[in-house]
């Protein structure tokens, strides 16, 4: 079994992507073709194939892209994970071997990834504070840009001058010039006193109050990394038409109603993005101590690059049904009935708004 | 005929012998004809680097140092990446033993350091022989040096009518310092510290120590200092001796929590050599009161060969390198030469950046060789601070400098995170933290932890031979 | 007093009542009192975290080098200098930095945001075999920790001789849609490109414009607040990293005669035993403070054309929408 993953499976993972590209390419040739000569009908095969066409070709130079610099990684990580690799003269992999039973070397081309079982004895407990942390932490993040993007895209005064600072953490929570305020500790600024919090969640049971103060504690922290999502919910702000704030004004609903109805139906899709993107960056961060984990057993003498790997492709499984479930909770219901991706948002944020009165008064306005 | 070839044979065999004993006992002459460029990885500062990379292409002209700049945090990987390519720099710091061990990157410098008079006889005891891995091959030496350093606050001494006590202080007399110094009344702790007793204790209580946790070059001996430091330190935080930054008892008397070693209420500060920058450029802190005397870690009464817990980043040459006996020259020279060293010094002195200003209000770090040019050298470039200035007595008084296990011994920080932090202990993870619950007995772990230690070095050594060859 | 009298009474305090509890929460088209005093001390209070250590890195920057050993002076200068301004100039070749830095960010951020706009149309719009495949890959690329595929990636770069020093694997990696964190900015398009009505692109297609001229000129253009925000984006990671441009350029090619970035001149002043140690305990790090106020200031310059560029093209946001409603629907 060993043998025969190590000598005819393994050597082929290599070529994958590029194997990928070529067919895809070697395709799409033949359809182009094939489209050129026969233009003239009006199939809905023809239809599909042009269709087709246009799509690859707005994704083609980053298919070409992701296959070269992407994909020939991960393929080549995987790889690495089936062997033990050295660094000696250049990049050396050693097919893993074992004894069975009656004493025999076989080849044991999994042993990296059950040895992180036998071995990692606090990944379990890890991954679960992790999951736990990212539950409470994932709402707070999205709520708080989000009302911070609503504010900011109201009528303020001074809001280029608020725009700006908002954009401060998206500056500095990305760069070495962290590191320079925190080894000067101000980024800890004395907002929240622990102790004020401790003495008002003294009265409380155990299991509410501590998750509690571990997220007051980490305010500071959430508020200088929600920089990009703040900026991303007030684009996605530019996207609600005016028409539709119009049209509810008429109506006479209150802007808790147009927030409810029109403003958060058409911005579903981004915060489905921002969640993304706060449980990746949560999930593959440098402060997350699953990643701190795999980081020592990368340089570990009697770990190493391999067993890392195998470690990093458990934990890419891990967080993609985490990313799976958050995606399955955010996204819209309707979205398995309508087909139509495109008019979705705008048809499900009117459809909050169908009151007669709007209609006729739009009928009417339009008549005018 | 015979005779003649007989003769032929002796006389070449007398002359290899003779070149064999010359080479066993003197250095292999520098190439001094070819263009050679020798590439050198670095975090420390460029422009110092650069300064004595000049320095070395003056005294050798055919030899040009191309230094490779990083970060810290960036090192390993950038190791990683340039070894996996093929392309390792000829010489490089690095962070961590382990993944040097478990991949052939390092050149055997051992035929170098033999031949060295220098390195046998200058270089720190405890430094000569810290890259034997196996005891015959060596793979690293020592590259920068960073000492412990304990500041001792005069004012708070006068104000408890204590006398300081000598720069060759004992280990002994610190803990009785510590144990009799608190005096809530006067709002003054004993100690704090940075590192504390539990790492610098078991290097100053163990015999012929020469790593951390009383490492002898093949055991831990956790039943030497650290099972009593381990219970001090605990002890010491539960009696109140150790100010706690954050704590209510140091928030009553220092309101604005600041850093307890520069607060003026604390007697001992066990902390490094790079706070000699915050403490001694400032007057700041001088003016209120601090008379902070900086002593070196002290060594226990009864302890042959003991050593003093510092900071050294280890450098080594490259197994792939085409001019070893070049790299090597190089690799002392911009570390613990004493040639470089001297420069080195005179650069402290005067390097400044392109506005103009000093660059080193302090040398940045200290000498790896014992010579007394050095020390002249190097003392008028600290500052007389006014109620002390012996600063060549505490540069005599470094003596066998002995740093993180991570740095020197194999398998050391997967022990450290996976059994000594990462294991169970009676319930608590890692046992510090046991101990300072006070649900278990350090006494009763000390074998286990030498046992461990020892199987986790057997385990990395069976990597290292594998890798290395036996 | 008659009972209407006081029923007038009523219903004028009911009226009264009514006036005020609208002027405090507000109406449909006005914001009350109240509401507004919550936005701006929410608004004002959080700038204030967001400000402090800027605030703090440039009050310190002005400094005197009296005022900065003085504990008493922790924020206001008694007397304002810009030396160190020059002096972080002069240390960083700040001008020859900048140049090389704003090749270094902007060439790739132009190709980055084009290209990924690109992509992101391309997905939101069209039908087409493998779909789905391709956006599991996109999000694969999303959430696999970038430790495990740098070091491939790096022998894929020095494979193909990519690292020479130059702004190329910049601009390369940008223009097949691999920069840095571009599956962020595809998606940022992709969602944005999703909410574009189909119908306008759709009759633009019809009406013979070609499918790119309706991507250029309809679906484009509808979503100025995703381009802008992306360029943003793009430019900051570009400028703020120093890992991966070490390694794009080549470890050995950051010294002076190369390319180089203001972040990578930066990391230069820091103290190398504040990263070293600080990750074991915590104590108080090295400072050495005289060469702090330059990199305070060095650090303030270095930040300077990110925020000058936001202050810029936050305009834009204001402009979009008005866009979007003549256009749109």
Redesign the interface.
Known sequence: MGNWLYEKVLPLLEYIPYVLLGCVCLALIAALIYALVRSSQKKPVQRFIRESLWGYFFIFPWMVGICIFFLSGVADSLLYSFYNL??????QLIPLTGEDAAGNVVYTPLANYISVFN?E??YPVTLANFAVGLILQLPVIIAFSLIIALMLNGKIRGRGFFRTIFFLPVIIATGPVMNQLTAQGVSSVPMVSQNVITSVLSGMPEFISTPISDLFSQLILILWNSGIQILIFLAGLQKVPTAMYEAAKIDGASGWETFWKITLPTLRSMILLNSIYTVVTLATGSTNPIIDLIY?A????????SYAAAMTWMYTVIVAVLLLITFLIIREKKEKKSKDIWRRDVESARRGMQSKKVQKLLERRKAA | MKKLVSLLLVLAMALSLCGFAAAENTLPELNTTDEITI?F?T?????LTQALADKFHELHPNITV?????????C???L????????LPDVFFW?????L?????CLDIAPYLEADEEAQTKLYPSLRRVGYVDGRRSYFMPGEF?PAVIYLDKAVFDKLNKELPAQDWTWEEMLDLIENMTDPAQGIWAYNF??GPVTLGPVALTDNVLGEFGWDGENYHFDTGWVEMVEKQSEYARLGYQALQGSDAYLAVVPDDM?P??SGHVAIQM??Y??M??IY????AL??GLQMVPYNAPLGEDTEEAGQFG?I?MISVSA?TEHPREAYEVAKFLTWGKEGWMERANLYGTLT?????????LPGSLPMVEDDEVVAALSPLFPDLGYWNDWSDYLANIQNPVTFGGRTI??F??FI??YYH??DYNGY?GIEAAINAGAIDPYDYTDALNEAGRQ?YT??MK??YS?YGE | MSIADMELKDRKKTIRKEKFKKRMLGSADKRGLLMSVVIYVLLVTIAFIYLYPVLYMFSRSLMTRSDL???SAKWLPSQITGKNY???I??L?YWNSLWKNLVLALAPTVCQVFICSMVGYGFARYKFPLKNFWMAVLILAFLLPTQVT??PN??TF?RLKLADGTVKPFVITAVLGQGFKSVLCVLIFYNFHRQTPQSLVEAAEIDGAGHFKAYWRIALPLCTAAIVVVTLFSFVWYWNE??LV??YLG??H??AKGLTTLMIEL??F????N???DAR?S?????????DA?RMAGTMLAIAPLLILYFVLQKQFVESVDRAGITGE
């Open positions: 050295k660094l000696d003269n250049g990049l071995k004895l606090n020592n990368t340089y570990a003498v009697t770990k190493g690059y | 590439t990885l975090w420390d500062d460029f422009e191309e230094i490779i700049q990083t970060t810290t945090g960036d390993t990987a950038t990683t990446n340039l070894a996996a390519d093929n392309n962070l961590d033993l382990d993944p061990m478990a991949n052939p990157m960073l940075y590192m850093w070693g520069e902390d490094a790079w706070t920058n915050n450029t400032q007057p700041a003016e209120r900071w980043d792939t950046n392109a506005a103009g200003d000093k660059i080193y209000r194999p398998g920080n997967t995170a996976d990462g294991s993870v986790y385990d990395a990597v290292f890798v | 050993l003085d504990a020059q002096d972080a002069l240390t070749d740098s070091l790096y022998l020095s120093t890992t070490r390694e470890y050995g950051t010294r990391q230069k820091e103290d190398s035993y990263t070293t140690f305990a104590s108080v790090t090295s400072t050495n403070k005289i060469n330059i």
